[in-house]
């Protein structure tokens, strides 16, 4: 712990904590101490983790790096982390990530952007360590805690793990609890761990998931030892390479990480099939009417009355707007009015009710795949290596939203993901290999991963 918090505060220019727990920490190291020396050790005991700042930890600050939350400390602590608390973790203190989740590179933050450990080779430009989960990554990537959380609406674990070298796991919707996890998108937001090792994260995942009675959509199922699955064979497995994600204008080298992990899979003992996905190209004007839909909805409840900041008006309705607007980054408006208009009479058939049927889609196209015998689907995580602060901020979103081009179906359908670094791009910037599984088979994710790292 003592460690872990000095790197911390020698590495403040990465700006990926938001909050340090420094004497919280060495009281929880304390008392892990104590239970391993009463024989009480827990599976996790004593381990130093971060927390994405979207999950609510009682008695520690809680924004989701938005100033609306400005504030904010919550009475409560979410089952995801209560239950690391539970099995011996220890608390260094909350991470930085894009407000509300929503991004891709970490620049959307109240708390202003997260700076990658990485460099390009012989060039000292600041580079993202992608989002939301940027904090998260970087932390784990530099060495400022042993593993972290992260939440993941459409990719914000995933492509983050893939731009630092990291592993990042999302496991099925349903598999962690909801419950005193920020809302983003609920129908989409699912919990998962970031670790240095696909061993890591397997340990973490097993403390974090599992039923909750306060979260309904949480599923009543064992967790099993994902530990147990690393190292297991992979003999016989089927992959799928999905030929819709070969897309237009990909970079030779992510042709090559792909074709490399096949190879590496196939060396494993699995097969490796050509599989079809044919709706993908849907996935991502599907997932940005969906998400901002339902996070308009679950916005609605920052009116400067229940939580955090509140800017004073003439009357109760000017005191909402006036604190919505002062709250609220500009990528979170743009969502809320995304949101609301696909919503709107007149425009929810033409949108919402239309992105709803083509999830249902996307869904069967997995549906029909696994049911032909896959057991799980190959793919890049990200389209290009992480890119510069600032380069992909111009006046078109749409070339930010482009990046989760991979990641987003997997949510839409609900299915567990992985991403594991594979490789390196030519000026030596880690890029990761993406394994998607059927609901709830999270263990041959693990297995398939650990033959590839
Ligand atoms: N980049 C995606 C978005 O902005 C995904 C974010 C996430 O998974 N939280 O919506």
């Known amino acids: 712990t003592e460690a872990y918090l000095a790197a911390m505060e020698a590495a403040r220019n990465l700006n990926a904590f938001t909050v340090a727990t420094a004497d919280k920490a060495r009281a929880m190291a304390e008392r892990a101490d104590a239970r391993i020396a009463a024989g009480e050790a827990g599976p996790l005991e004593g381990l130093p983790l971060g927390v994405k700042d979207m999950f609510a930890t009682e008695g520690v600050p809680t924004t989701a790096c938005s100033k609306i939350l400005d504030g904010f400390v919550p009475p409560y602590e979410s089952t995801v982390t209560d239950q690391l608390w539970r099995d011996g973790a220890v608390l260094l203190g909350k991470l ?17 952007p997260v700076v990658s450990p990485w460099r390009r080779e012989g060039d000292e430009t600041p580079l993202v360590p992608g989002g939301s989960s940027g904090g998260s990554a970087a932390a784990v990537a530099g060495f400022l805690c ?32 909801r419950w005193g996890i920020i809302a983003y998108a609920s129908s989409l937001d699912q919990a998962g761990a970031f670790a240095r090792t696909v061993n890591d994260a397997a340990i973490l995942l097993r403390s974090m998931a599992g ?14 030892d994902y530990e147990d699955a690393v190292g297991a064979s992979v003999r016989g497995k089927r992959i799928g390479i999905p030929r819709e994600y070969r897309v237009d204008g990909m970079s ?5 990480l792909w074709d490399q992990g096949a190879q590496m899979l196939r060396d494993a003992g699995a097969d490796v099939v050509d ?3 044919p709706h993908t190209r849907y996935a991502l004007p599907a997932y940005y009417i969906v998400a901002p839909a339902e996070a308009s909805s679950n916005l609605a409840r920052y009116d400067g009355v229940r939580y955090g900041a509140r800017v004073p008006g003439r009357d109760v309705i000017d005191m ?8 609220f980054g500009a990528e979170v408006k743009r969502r809320i009015m995304i ?22 889609l996307i869904k069967r196209d997995f549906d029909d795949v696994f049911a032909a015998g896959v057991d799980a689907i190959l793919t890049p995580t990200t389209p290009s290596p992480a890119f510069a602060i600032g380069e992909k901020t111009s006046a078109d979103p749409v070339e930010m939203y482009l990046n989760d ?36 088979e999270e263990e041959t994710l693990f297995s398939l991963a650990q033959a590839i790292e």
């Open 96 to 112: 930085n990530n894009d407000e509300f989740a929503m991004g891709s590179s970490n620049e959307t933050s109240a708390f202003g």
């Open 146 to 177: 042993a593993g972290a959380t992260g939440t993941d609406t459409g990719g914000s674990i995933r492509q983050p793990a893939a731009f630092t070298g990291t592993v990042g796991i999302k496991p099925t919707y349903g598999r962690c609890s």
């Open 211 to 224: 039923h909750d009675p306060k979260d309904s959509t949480s599923v009543q199922l064992q967790v099993p």
């Open 252 to 256: 030779q080298e992510i042709c090559e």
């Open 275 to 277: 599989i079809t996905l």
């Open 320 to 327: 909402y707007e006036r604190t919505r607007a002062a709250g």
């Open 339 to 360: 949101g609301t208009y696909v919503l709107s009479a007149g425009y929810y058939d033409a949108y919402y009710l239309k992105a709803q049927r083509v999830r249902t």
């Open 405 to 440: 081009v991979f990641t987003v179906t997997v949510n839409l359908a609900g299915l567990p993901a992985i991403s594991v670094p594979a490789g390196f791009s030519a000026d030596g910037l880690p890029l990761g290999l993406q394994l998607i599984g059927r609901p709830f």
